[in-house]
């Protein structure tokens, strides 16, 4: 059974950056795909991006964090990355990790396909 934690959230301004970790046990994260959604106050939880176990990353991420975000990892600490660059109020949100067992497919961008969740961090971006 595979635990994610995530960390770095907070408050920010809006044009800053944050940078999000996910820390897994219980299991080796790079044997997973994991990904980053996000869910906004009043909204349903959102895709935002995913990293594959060759490190290539999805290119369905939507128009809104393109270019903004970036995913990675660190085999050697078992840790997933969100890069939040140029934040926007509308960044605002609880966001969580999660790692997949299923085969890297489009649908990597449907919840379903994740086995494991973290608990989320909460990024409030102010204007």
């Known amino acids: 059974q595979v635990q994610l934690v995530e960390s770095g959230g907070g408050l920010v301004q809006a044009g800053g950056s944050l940078r999000l970790s996910c820390a897994a046990s219980?299991?080796?994260?790079?044997?997973?795909?994991a990904g980053w959604f996000r869910q906004a106050p009043g909204k349903e939880r959102e895709f935002v991006a995913a990293i594959d176990r060759s490190d290539s990353i999805t290119p369905s991420s939507p128009h809104s964090v393109k270019g903004r975000f970036t995913i990675s990892r660190d085999n050697t600490k078992n840790t997933v990355y969100l890069q939040m660059n140029s934040a926007l109020p509308d960044d605002t949100a609880v966001y969580y990790c999660?790692?997949?067992?299923?085969?890297?497919?489009?649908?990597?961008?449907?919840?379903?396909?994740?086995?494991?969740w973290g608990q989320g961090t909460q990024v409030t971006v102010s204007s």
């Open positions: 219980g299991g080796t994260l790079r044997t997973y795909i």
């Open positions: 999660a790692a997949s067992r299923a085969p890297w497919t489009p649908e990597i961008t449907y919840q379903s396909q994740y086995d494991y």
